[in-house]
């Protein structure tokens, strides 16, 4: 028997306009407890680039295919 890892998905998406946040959020496969730990990682990579100074406290990557 062979078995296939499920792809798991976040997506946080936070809009910022002149007295308006809308935040929206898409998960596939991805437990609250996951949900609650992804974001708990970026909270602390935000953290660790202010410690060092870092104005562009987001990095952003690409995944294979996408322009």
Known sequence: MQMTEEQKVFLLRVDVMTN????SMKTQNVTPQEAIG????AKDQ???NLK??????FQAFKKEGEQ
């Open 52 to 57: 060092q100074g870092r104005k562009d406290i």
């Open 38 to 41: 992804f974001l708990e990682m």
């Open 46 to 48: 935000i953290l660790d």
């Open 20 to 23: 308006n946040i809308q935040t």
